[in-house]
């Protein structure tokens, strides 16, 4: 599986959009970037993910670079509530390895 | 709709005590089934994940065994806790390929005194 490597933390101001970075020079031609977060004490929940193109749902946006080695996660404006530790992942299809992620502090 | 079943939610057992925690899926057929570990402070470490019934595929040695006795039951279990074993454990399920998220159960939270 390919690996990934996030910043371990990060600050944003609330109502800011925060960008959360993720390398993943090694990903395959067929394989997913997905991201999740995780809220204290919490299973982790699903965010979006996306193979090439940019991807946008309620939550966030998706932005993978053209050489897909690297991509950003967009909280477009960010809440107290999405304070979370955000993994971002690559998907072989069998095992799922989450990585120490990026906590992400949102602060007023 | 799918659904993850996985209890209990806290359980407290003492060191040299067996263990047993069963995770159930609904909804679905043939789900890769994955079984993670959560130390205090610390990130998601893959335990054990399964393909189908009766396979079984170790991410890190350990303690711990896992089990799919049918399609969508996932069961980790230990002879002989240590207090290392203490953790936040999540099954997790997701269906075949690449282009599928995985759901996630509440979580055990597992104390070893």
């Known amino acids: 599986d390919a690996k990934t490597t996030q910043p371990p933390s990060m600050d944003c101001a609330e109502g800011r959009a925060a960008n959360l970075p993720c390398n993943h020079s090694t990903i395959s031609g067929n394989e997913y970037v997905y991201w999740y977060r995780q809220i204290h004490s919490q299973g982790p929940q699903y965010i979006i993910h996306g193979l090439k193109n940019n991807e946008t749902n309620e939550m966030a946006s998706l932005i993978i670079t053209e050489d897909r080695k690297s991509s950003t996660l967009i909280l477009p404006h960010a809440t107290l509530r999405d304070t979370a530790v955000y993994y971002c992942i690559v998907n072989s299809g069998y095992a799922l390895n989450f990585g120490k992620g990026t906590s992400l502090l949102v602060t007023p | 709709s799918q659904t993850i079943h996985q209890w209990p939610a806290t359980l407290v057992q003492p060191v040299g005590s067996p263990l047993s925690l069963e995770c159930t899926v609904e909804?679905?057929?043939?789900?890769?089934l994955y079984w993670y570990r959560q130390a205090a402070g610390r990130g998601l470490q893959l335990l054990f994940y399964s393909v189908g019934i009766g396979q079984i595929s170790s991410e890190v040695p350990q303690n711990l065994s896992a089990s799919r006795p049918q399609d969508r039951q996932f069961i980790l279990s230990s002879k002989k806790l240590l207090l290392s074993d203490s953790g936040f454990y999540l099954c997790a399920w997701m269906g075949y390929g690449q282009n599928t998220e995985a759901f996630f159960g509440q979580g055990t939270r597992l104390t070893v005194v």
């Open positions: 909804g679905t057929s043939n789900p890769n």
